[in-house]
């Protein structure tokens, strides 16, 4: 059983920055590209960021890109999220999620992957 747990979320104001932290586990993540997805109340969840297995390979959304770092450290089977220069529209529960494919890329984000239950963010202006 995967179990996928975020962290770091909180109430920031616009320009500060906050890291997210998700840890995995019941699975070897060094096997497996993860990211980031979120969700703004009445909107669907979009991507946010990914990252394949080693760490050398990334994705952003436009909306993050230059602002959002994504990175892992896989001997703490763990994956971070830095966000810098946050935007009251950056507000969302961000969710983690481990892909369902070894070696798979980019992270498919979908109903197979493995996610938590998500952290909030809000960013007040």
């Known amino acids: 059983q995967v179990q996928v747990l975020e962290s770091g979320g909180g109430l920031v104001q616009a320009g500060d920055s906050l890291r997210l932290s998700c840890t995995a586990s019941g699975r070897t993540i060094s096997l497996y590209s993860m990211g980031w997805s979120r969700q703004a109340p009445g909107k669907e969840r979009d991507f946010v960021a990914a990252i394949s297995r080693s760490g050398h390979r990334t994705q952003y959304s436009d909306s993050v890109k230059g602002r959002f770092t994504i990175s892992r450290d896989n001997a703490k089977n763990t994956v971070y999220l830095q966000m810098n220069g946050l935007k009251p529209e950056d507000t969302a529960v961000y969710y983690c999620?481990?892909?369902?494919?070894?070696?798979?890329?980019?992270?498919?984000?979908?109903?197979?992957?493995?996610w938590g239950q998500g952290t909030q963010v809000t960013v007040s202006s």
């Open positions: 999620a481990v892909d369902s494919r070894v070696a798979g890329w980019p992270p498919l984000l979908d109903e197979n992957d493995y």
